[in-house]
């Protein structure tokens, strides 16, 4: 068989929009040959190898993100319980063994900043981004084990052939166009509405789990021999956000579409208006300092540094005074990007912001002109365009989920 045709994890499971087409009898589950859990601890566990077993820390030298990285993704395993079983048979370095007495898991969730190895782990678990009163408390849980026990039996249930994922090569051509997509999403441009049927049409696009997906071409028509109500089907070429592509059946992504909430998203409304029903939660703003510190200007000098805030209110205003703000590093900045968001919760929008940027924040005590020390809370060494991605697939993520 195809190496390329093999579901190598979960994600694969998750993403794949074949994932509702099920057969009339099961097949013989094989274990998965690759899981992102595994690999990740594997990373931490090399790492220890090759600095003679030494652990990973949090520095504050911009330097050492990497370093850094690993280390909240390391304690993020600790504190999880079943992360930390999972990965026990994996546990060359001893990393593990000592820890077996960690905080409980609701007692993590609490915490004022959580450790999350991937930007869907945030968007996945609701514990952040609604109040308590918001939520089932049973199902906030950072790795809810029976919703994968769920996937695990659907893969069971999967169709011996299913539309792998791969890497797009020619996706700097579309890019631009996602981009553009994305922002029009945020701004109330475009609407997300539920997929209450199952008509799929080509040079589209459509959200699935949170994931921004466009409908490139639809392939021949071909009549179906089975028992299923519809009796044509179709190969599709579909484009994703994250720079994938796959082969998917048209039955087969309506149908996960149809079942797992999908959206469609509306062609653009040229000069639309908010009604009462609407209103303007505020902007996502990113900044660029152009201050002369030159601790500051040493640091740009060797990564990107971005401030990424949240106004309910006019950017310019908030900004004004910036040479007067710790918040702005006492100097002045400029706007590089401006995000307006439409109909969404101001709270579960800068607290999601908060979470998914985490992992690169600027961990440095910086001396202002005047003398005073600045500890920043929300710049991050990381470049423009992951901020973006960021943003706006938060954006289209909590839409999706209302």
Do not use: C
Request: charge should be negative; avoid cysteine.
């Amino acid at each position: 068989m195809d190496n390329q045709s093999l579901i190598r994890s979960l994600d694969d499971i998750f993403n794949d929009p074949d994932a509702t087409s099920l057969l009339a009898s099961k097949l013989k589950h094989t274990p998965v040959s690759y899981d992102p859990t595994v690999e990740g601890f594997q990373e931490i566990t090399d790492w220890v190898i090759a600095h003679d077993g030494n652990e990973p820390q949090k520095l504050r030298d911009p330097s050492q993100m990497k370093q850094r990285k690993l280390a909240s993704r390391l304690k993020g395993i600790r504190e999880d319980p079943e992360r930390r079983d999972l990965l026990m048979p994996y546990d060359t370095a001893g990393l593990l063994s000592v820890h077996e007495d960690g905080p409980a898991l609701n007692e993590i969730v609490k915490n004022e900043k959580q450790d999350f190895s991937s930007l869907d782990d945030i968007l996945s678990d609701d514990s952040i981004l609604f109040k308590k009163s918001d939520q089932q408390a049973a199902g906030s849980k950072l790795f809810d084990t029976k919703k994968l026990n769920e996937i695990q039996r659907e893969q069971e249930n999967r169709p011996e052939v299913i539309s792998q994922r791969k890497p797009m090569k020619e996706f700097s051509q579309y890019e631009a166009m996602f981009h553009k997509v994305q922002a029009e999403i945020a701004s109330g441009q475009r609407q997300l509405r539920p997929f209450k049927n199952y008509e799929l049409l080509s040079k589209h696009f459509y959200v699935l789990k949170g994931q921004l997906l466009y409908i490139d071409e639809i392939g021949e028509e071909v009549e179906l021999n089975d028992n299923s109500q519809r009796k044509t089907d179709a190969r599709m070429h579909v484009i994703y956000d994250n720079g994938t592509e796959n082969n998917p059946t048209r039955n087969g992504l309506a149908s996960s579409l149809y079942g797992r909430q999908g959206r469609i998203v509306t062609e653009v409304e040229h000069g639309i208006e908010l009604t009462s029903d609407d209103h303007v939660t505020g902007f996502i703003y990113i900044l660029e300092s152009l201050s002369d510190n030159p601790q500051i200007k040493r640091m740009q000098a060797k990564h990107p540094l971005y401030k990424v805030g949240f106004t309910t209110g006019s950017v310019q205003a908030r900004i004004a005074n910036a040479e007067n703000e710790s918040t702005y590093l006492y100097g002045p900045v400029r706007l590089v990007g401006e995000i307006k968001v439409v109909n969404l919760k101001a709270e579960a929008l800068e607290t999601a912001l908060h979470h998914a940027l985490a992992e690169y924040q600027l961990d440095v005590d910086i001396t202002a002109a005047n003398g005073r020390i600045v500890k920043p809370r929300e710049w991050f060494v990381v470049d423009l365009n992951t901020i973006q991605e960021i943003t706006t697939k938060i954006v289209i993520t909590l839409k999706s989920k209302q």
